[in-house]
């Protein structure tokens, strides 16, 4: 039976194999996959930093958050 | 592959790349050490945010050294303008099938030849995660320096430019046995003194320098306050982590077994540097030893006995030795460790109160200034030993360190990251807002946290209510 990559029986003379992991041929299509993800995940890193950021500083400038911090006895995580 | 049908060269191939393997292994103490350290550093509100931010270093700096770091260690020696043109690398690329499992036969890339596949096969890939762990020391360094205050995004975008790019750079020009700055210049840094510590030191003053203090870190009159540091027992194992995985370090930095003599005249084998210059485990070993006593010792006198800078000490030490720890006798390596760490200190100090850095864990002083300043003293203590077996390349001296220490620290640590530091300050993606920085950055989680703890106690006496109501009726 034919298998995914280039070993289809290990009764072979091993100094005239190289790489024997699975689709061979597909190393750059695999490449191409894994930058998009990667770089995909710190666009959206910056994104969401920056949104979730200016969310939380404004709702904290607006509310009893910053005043409670701000009182002096209340210093127990600074 | 020729290596692999006899039992003598199949055991050396086989014990290079197991080796290697161990040196990773051990390395990767150095960031659970770094983690460790720098969460004990932080501050209660900020705890799980550093913890987060570096600990994320892992897969931002792996996904980018794998796509061109790896890469770009082979392609660049020759600058590429000094000393030669770009180097070709087929194995070093990311979608090349030397990245994978290999046996080492023929290759089915035709820009492979059979040596390469052969040599390759079974090296590729412990190479390149002793390299990998570097990039990950070198994020790390940075990493404590910035806490409390950084955007993690932002750091991660400047990991990757030192861990991926410009200490890649360093090494191919520094280290490596054909780089173009051991060419001209003599440069010798066998343990990374310069190409990693200097290197990472020169990146993170850059980044503070743009980034500012944390918020009441000084005074009006310029002088430090004091932020303590939430748990020293995670500073200190952490610090014993680090000092762990250097050993692992230093054993990456050799290459365990290689025939040292130049040309066919004879034979003898033995353990060398990057440089492929002769060298002993058993000497290295004594000199970190000595080199961490001496680091130990005066971290304690002049901290006055300061656990936080003692320990820095000790890794202090080892820094500043490392660069000609190869070849210097362990009392060299001992006084030139005192020297060192005593100049860090210092140093420190001056420009936290010269220039209001704040530099949470002293990062720039141990890294930095230690590593520059064990370059320079190498040019001193090395005058006139060759830097290669390769006869036309200069020999060690002042100059040539010196020459070597400047553009280490200053053109590829400093000034990459004082830019890439700046366009994102300009961008408002550096620094957290300040509101966000005076609550603390777990502060919502741990909102969220107390929320939960109330929600299931108040479930919990609603059950027990529940429960005595039917035991009472």
């Known amino acids: 039976m034919a298998s995914t990559g280039p070993i289809e029986s290990w009764n072979i003379n091993p100094t005239e194999v190289g790489p024997i992991y699975p689709f061979t041929g597909w190393t750059v299509l695999m490449f191409v996959a894994c930058a998009v993800f990667c770089v995909t995940f710190m666009v959206w890193k910056f994104f969401s930093e920056n949104s979730s950021y200016a969310a939380r500083a404004a709702q904290l400038r607006d509310s009893d958050e910053m005043a409670n911090s701000l009182s002096a006895d209340n210093n127990h995580l600074q | 592959m020729q290596s692999m049908d006899n039992e003598l060269t ?7 790349e197991f080796y290697y393997w161990v040196t990773v292994v051990m390395m990767f103490l150095i960031h659970v050490g770094f983690c460790l350290y720098e969460v004990g550093v932080s501050r209660e509100k900020n705890k799980l945010n550093t913890l987060m931010k570096n600990a994320m270093l892992i897969p931002t700096i792996t996904f980018s050294f794998f796509f061109f770091g790896w890469w770009l260690y082979f392609a660049v020696p020759n600058g590429p303008g000094i000393t030669g043109g770009l180097k070709s690398a087929p194995w070093s690329e990311p979608w090349n099938e030397l990245m994978g499992p290999h046996l080492g036969g023929k290759p089915a890339n035709t820009r492979l030849t059979s040596a390469d596949t052969a040599v390759w096969s079974r090296l590729n890939g412990v190479f390149w995660a002793a390299f990998l762990l570097f990039s990950w020391t070198a994020g790390s ?4 320096a910035v806490i409390e205050r950084i955007r993690s995004a932002a750091f991660w975008l400047l ?4 861990g991926s790019i410009t200490w890649v750079i360093a090494a191919a020009w520094g280290w490596s046995d054909s780089g173009w700055m051991v060419e001209k210049l003599g440069y010798h840094d066998a343990y990374a003194s310069g190409v990693i510590h200097a290197l990472a030191g020169g990146s993170a003053l850059a980044i503070l320098i743009h980034l500012g203090p944390r918020i009441g870190r000084f005074r009006d009159d310029g ?3 004091v932020l303590p540091a ?5 500073i200190v194992i952490g610090m014993f982590l680090i000092y762990t995985g250097f050993w692992g370090f230093y054993a990456a930095c050799n290459v365990p077994i290689i025939d040292i003599v130049p040309g066919d005249t004879h034979t003898f084998f033995s353990a060398t540097t990057i440089y492929l210059t002769p060298t002993t485990l058993s000497a290295i070993t004594v000199n970190f030893l000595m080199a961490l006593t001496g680091g130990l010792l005066v971290g304690y006198m002049v901290s006055r006995g300061d656990p936080f800078w003692t320990f820095q000490g000790g890794l202090g030490g080892i820094i500043t030795a490392s660069a000609g720890n190869d070849l210097y006798h362990p009392f060299q390596a001992f006084f030139i460790a ?6 860090g200190y210092k140093l420190h100090y001056w420009v936290e109160r010269k220039f209001r850095i704040d530099d949470a864990v002293g990062a720039v002083a141990i890294h930095g200034y230690c590593g520059t300043i064990g370059i320079i003293v190498t040019g001193f203590v090395l005058w006139g030993y060759p830097s290669s077996p390769n006869a036309e390349y200069a020999t060690i001296t ?10 280490i620290f200053f ?4 000034a990459p990251c004082y830019l890439a530091a700046w366009a994102l300050k300009k961008a408002r993606m550096l620094r957290i807002p300040w509101e966000v920085e005076f609550v603390g950055l777990d502060h919502d989680m741990l909102m969220e946290e107390t929320a939960s703890r109330n929600e299931y106690i108040a479930a919990e006496r609603e059950h027990l209510r529940t429960w005595q109501t039917k035991e009472r009726d």
């Open chain 2, 10 to 16: 199949a055991l050396t191939v086989i014990f290079t």
């Open chain 2, 141 to 144: 360094i940075l990493s404590g």
């Open chain 2, 230 to 234: 939430h748990n020293t027992w995670m």
């Open chain 2, 159 to 162: 990991a990757i430019l030192v």
């Open chain 2, 338 to 343: 005192v020297a060192g760490v005593w100049c």
């Open chain 2, 398 to 407: 002042p100059w040539g360190q010196l020459a070597g220490a400047v553009i």
């Open chain 2, 223 to 225: 002088t430090p306050r």
């Open chain 2, 411 to 414: 053109v590829l640590g400093f």
